[in-house]
């Protein structure tokens, strides 16, 4: 779907967008199956440049892209027919024109594409997923259109150093994304079952909407069980569950700069702050500080701090925490975002923390702990 975020060029832009970061281009011949429904997919171009290569290509439960099959435009037509055995997301790849995303089921499907102004307006009959699915890009693009706008303005703000301006357009962005986020849980809530909904979770993170996710689950998991995509989901939401407030903190053992090894759990009867972070990462660089400073104003209570770093470097690593001056325990794989404890806790971006109770509950997480949150929320439970 069209989810343009202002940051590509509009052609990188067209199609699922964010969702395909990881995607990996993988070519293979695809055999029948007699017992899969066999789908026709018609494309018509109508415009002042109806020729070229097409490629329909499926977009996998892992979002890697697999090449189905490839034509070439005849009298301003091409046609595929397609095995399909199950509710699955295809690209049809109109080379250096366009790209259209559908959702095929088991029905045939007609796209119709206007050029004639080099506007590429598509129509799409045949699949409601599709509809649906549209519906959703056109809300994310238009709530990427309003955030763009704001950043503008927040840039010329920052100039001029108006921190009135700054803080205004901070809480409007903060807003502007809760009703964004209400809005599409309300969509989502009310279509009906539609694969649509479960390959564009990422915009509407599973870790921070839990609760909402285990009901689309629930409601999803009679129809969809067996579905490719839905597994993957499910895989998704137990993942994120086990990280989740209210969870046990999974355990960590990893290496200290000395090569010792030491495991979260050995911090059981104290307030843990588990911080994941890099001497590479600007964001966290610039965090430091606050946790130092509230490292001190807290460790006679009971807190601890467990830093995670997603370093390469040990070099790097060690000379990080010697000038940001960290005296709590620091542990690596330096494997990147490879790192085991990284992919325990479904870490994507940093920094990233989680606060642990004296049990090793999860009590909060992320923004909740970022500035001076982390102070409102340790006065909070110390209190």
Not at 145 to 172: T, V
Request: charged share 25%; with cysteine.
């Amino acid at each position: 779907f069209h989810a343009h975020d202002g940051t590509r060029d509009a052609q990188e832009s067209r199609g699922l967008g964010d969702v395909y970061k990881r995607q990996v281009l993988l070519y293979s011949c695809s055999s029948s199956n007699s017992s899969d429904k066999e789908i026709n997919i018609s494309i018509k171009m109508d415009g002042s440049d109806s020729s070229g290569e097409v490629r329909l290509q499926k977009v996998n439960s892992d979002y890697s892209i697999e090449l189905i099959k490839s034509a070439n435009f005849i009298d301003n037509n091409v046609e595929f027919d397609v095995y399909n055995d199950e509710s699955a997301l295809y690209r049809i790849d109109i080379l250096g024109k366009t790209s259209v995303d559908v959702i095929l089921k088991d029905s045939d499907i007609e796209i119709m594409i206007d050029d004639k102004n080099s506007s590429f307006t598509t129509k799409i009959l045949g699949s409601t997923d599709t509809d649906v699915l549209i519906g959703i890009g056109d809300k994310i693009s238009n709530y990427r259109s309003e955030i763009r706008e704001l950043n503008m303005a927040f840039i010329d703000a920052n100039n001029e150093k108006n921190i009135q301006k700054i803080n205004s357009i901070r809480e409007e962005v903060s807003f502007k994304r809760n009703q964004f986020e209400l809005s599409l849980k309300n969509y989502l809530d009310n279509v009906d079952n539609s694969l649509a909904v479960l390959v564009t979770a990422g915009y509407l993170p599973i870790g921070e909407n839990i609760s909402f996710w285990e009901k689309i689950y629930e409601r999803y998991l009679p129809e969809f069980e067996s579905n490719s995509y839905f597994k993957k989901f499910e895989s998704d939401l137990n993942k994120l569950k086990a990280v989740s407030v209210g969870s046990i903190a999974p355990e960590i053992i990893s290496n200290d700069t000395t090569g010792n090894p030491i495991s979260l759990s050995s911090f059981r009867g104290k307030y843990v702050l588990l911080d994941f972070w890099a001497a590479w990462c600007r964001p966290c660089r610039e965090e430091n500080p606050n946790i130092l400073k509230n490292y001190e104003t807290f460790k006679d209570r009971g807190f601890e701090v467990f830093q995670v770093s997603l370093d390469r470097s040990r070099k790097d690593w060690v000379r990080g925490i010697k000038q940001d001056m960290l005296p709590w325990v620091n542990v690596s794989d330096l494997r990147y975002y490879q790192s085991e404890a990284a992919q325990l806790y479904n870490i994507n971006k940093i920094p990233s923390a989680f606060l642990l109770d004296p049990s090793g509950e999860i009590i909060a997480k992320d923004t909740q702990l970022r500035g001076v949150n982390l102070y409102n929320k340790l006065q909070e439970v110390f209190n």
